[in-house]
């Protein structure tokens, strides 16, 4: 009807878009899907690179298309010598975040089909982007501490090849199943901020490395993927476990928000929380001091937010929140963290990024406009 004010939805909450068939997020619940898939089964049986090959293609593969789904990925894990340059450039003067995601906004330079549009040519460049965001974070924190770049290495997986280009060493087995896991827990999550922002770009019809550039920038803010990183720093910012309750009490009574809490679409403990805090509880006979710390604070934090905020607010454990100790007993830098949010989530950007393709629509919502209009324009001259 003309003249009555339109519906705002802020923050398009509740808002549906589009039709998927690649995540089903039951923030009710707390369950999560990957194509039919509960993430428990995966991240208890599943391989960071089977779980990239079932978000891609939509099914589990039979060995023989791991095989050569592993193969390919291997084959795509060099850097460019230029990147390598580019990295080792930014080092220390930019967050690893903006490190990586101007190394990634660079690769079409060295791919020949970069602007090629095939349904086949998005899926091997959605490996390619998979395999070298995983060298160029790797080699960002390498540089981060002085290090040389590493070549990467044939027989290792995704996640013992990330390791291994990062510190030099391949790691235990233990260490790099651990990071698998972490990585099949962050691979997808639905139409959240940086996949949305990968789609709005690639409905334009950019291709797909400015997709996934969008992606990453959406990714960085403390809202979303920064919030590992806040949230480790919070973590140690208590410093004892005996100082969490003031801290917590002082956070809430100034409105801060603690990081790693809440959650646009869970409204009760995040699916992923329950696991990472698992896994968590698992290594604890053989970590450090300081994790052991660490993981005492956090479960303070957790059970003073749950009895404050849980049931009475739907304020719970994220993904976000056990992270940060389980990757610095890895010694991943906390700088590093939202840099392996991407590495671990790109799969989940580019299957949405080519499901989204195959009906595609410009995406354009609308502002209500409320400033004045018909002002008189008056010459620079004569304005006080
Ligand atoms: N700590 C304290 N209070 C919180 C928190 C929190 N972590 N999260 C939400 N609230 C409160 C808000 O202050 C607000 O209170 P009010 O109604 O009294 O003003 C209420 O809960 C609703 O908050 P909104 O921001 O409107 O809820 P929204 O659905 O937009 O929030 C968000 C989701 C942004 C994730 C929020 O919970 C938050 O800021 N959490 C901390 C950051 C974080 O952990 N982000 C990671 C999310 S997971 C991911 O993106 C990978």
Redesign the pocket.
Known sequence: MEGEAPHIIH?L?GVYFTESKICKVDGTLGKLYYRGYPIGALAANSSFEEVCYLLLNGALPTKKQLRAFESHMKAERKLPRHIVKTIAEMTGKAHPTDILRTAVSSLPTYDPEAYEKSQDANLRKSVRLISKMASITATIGRFMCGGKYVYPKRKLSHSANFLYMLTGKAPEEKQAKLLDTMMIL?AE?ST???TFATLVTGSTLADLYAAITSGIAA?KG???????E??LLMLRAIGKPENTEAYVEH??ED????????????KTY?PRARIIKADLEALQSSASEEIRDLTAIALRVEKL?IDK?GQS???WP????FAGPIYTEMGIHPDLFTPL?AVSRVPGWCSHMLEYWQNNRLLRPLELYTGPLDLEYVPISKRR
Not at 222 to 228: I, N, Q, S, V
Request: net charge neutral.
């Open positions: 923050g909450e962050h999550h959240n901020a940086s990714l403390p809202l979303h993927g920064g919030a590992d806040a949230a956070a809430l409105k801060q928000r603690i990081m790693g809490f809440g959650h646009r679409i869970y995040d937010m905020l607010r739907g304020i994220n993904i976000d929140f949010f």
